[in-house]
């Protein structure tokens, strides 16, 4: 098989899931599956104003424009507004738009607003905060991982940018202001984004520049020696 077939393999079988759970959304057959799953976690959470309640709402600003625009920046002048900030910046700008025209179409209420913990206004399915938050810290795992020479700032930045991935969602639930499809929607819409990105451009942008067959070839002489 390919290695053109192969790439585009993975994005095509997202993009499937992607528009059946949006018709799911649309006809709203995970109702019963959302509401005793939130409910479950509204009646174990606690009360309003608990530890968890400031934990959650600290930690899902990470998932906020605002903070991805200061991350955005101070990486700016890390990489020194090379190629790797504007492909982030593409990768958070396109995850975000296209999220929020699937959010259009489907127009899913949120859940009811005793149960949430902050104020959202927009439609419901998928999460944005789950959808870029995916993209990005994704895409910047992969950037830290082929880019970054400093091993310290390298690991640093994948194991944070995993934890991200992980804990934005949860605190979406935790919070209320998701159901458990919203996220996992957001989730798959942020890989599928973050594999267009990196099978398009940034793949081909480190191996022509080397940096994928550096590392392979001090893998195999490592292989060789063992």
Not at 79 to 97: G, P, S
Not at 140 to 158: E, Q
């Amino acid at each position: 098989m390919s290695s053109k077939v192969r790439t585009i393999i993975m994005p095509l079988v997202l993009g499937a899931i992607i528009i059946t759970l949006a018709i799911l959304e649309y006809k709203d057959l995970f109702y019963s599956f959302d509401q005793n799953i939130t409910r479950f976690i509204v009646n174990h959470r606690g009360s309003k104003g608990n530890a968890l309640y400031w934990i959650s709402r600290i930690l899902t600003e990470l998932g906020n424009y605002i903070f991805y625009i200061a991350l955005l920046i101070a990486l700016g002048f890390y990489f020194k507004w090379d190629y790797r900030v504007w492909y982030l910046v593409i990768i958070a700008v396109v995850a975000l738009l296209f999220n929020y025209s699937i959010k259009l179409i489907v127009s899913r209420d949120r859940p009811m607003e005793a149960w949430r913990w902050m104020k959202e206004t927009s439609a419901s399915f998928p999460s944005s905060h789950s959808a870029v938050s995916t993209a990005l810290y994704l895409s910047l795992f992969f950037v830290a991982k082929y880019t970054i020479n400093n091993k310290i700032i390298k690991r640093i930045i994948m194991i944070l940018s995993i934890i991200l991935i992980i804990i934005i969602p949860i605190t979406r639930l935790v919070l209320a202001v998701h159901y458990p499809t919203d996220v996992i929607g957001g989730m798959i819409v942020g890989l599928f984004i973050f594999l267009l990105g990196y099978n398009i451009y940034f793949f081909k942008k480190v191996y022509r520049k080397g940096l994928i067959v550096k590392r392979e070839k001090r893998k195999s002489e490592y292989e060789i020696e063992e």
